[in-house]
Nanobody, 126 residues
Framework: QVQLVESGGGSVQAGGSLRLSCAAS????????MGWFRQAPGKEREGVAA????????YYADSVKGRFTISQDYAKNTLYLQMNSLNPEDTAMYYC???????????????????WGRGTQVTVSS
């Protein structure tokens, strides 16, 4: 059974940094597409970053491009999201997601992912 557990969230001042982790288990981690999503209160869940199984390709939402970096450690079956230059608009619950197959045009669309963690809260104060 696929399990995803996020950690690393917290409260930071604007301009600060956080690194989120997503520990994966129950499947062949290196064969799955992985993504980070976020959802703020009253808003829809939005894609933040995605990475292909071999890690060769990454994709970012325009709002985080140049500030966030998605990466993964295959030895630890762990996905990361390094977030720099955080601003209050980044405040949200952050989720990692996984799926075996992918239509790459949907890589930042929540409907493309079948497996989800429970999320970790990120709060950025001004």
């Amino acid at each position: 059974q696929v399990q995803l557990v996020e950690s690393g969230g917290g409260s930071v001042q604007a301009g600060g940094s956080l690194r989120l982790s997503c520990a994966a288990s129950g499947y062949a981690y290196s064969t799955y597409y992985m993504g980070w999503f976020r959802q703020a209160p009253g808003k829809e869940r939005e894609g933040v970053a995605a990475i292909t199984p071999a890690g060769g390709n990454t994709y970012y939402a325009d709002s985080v491009k140049g500030r966030f970096t998605i990466s993964q450690d295959y030895a630890k079956n762990t996905l990361y999201l390094q977030m720099n230059s955080l601003n209050p608009e980044d405040t949200a619950m952050y989720y990692c997601a996984a799926n075996l197959g992918m239509t790459w045009s949907l890589h930042l669309n929540p409907i493309a992912y079948n497996y989800w963690g429970r999320g970790t809260q990120v709060t950025v104060s001004s």
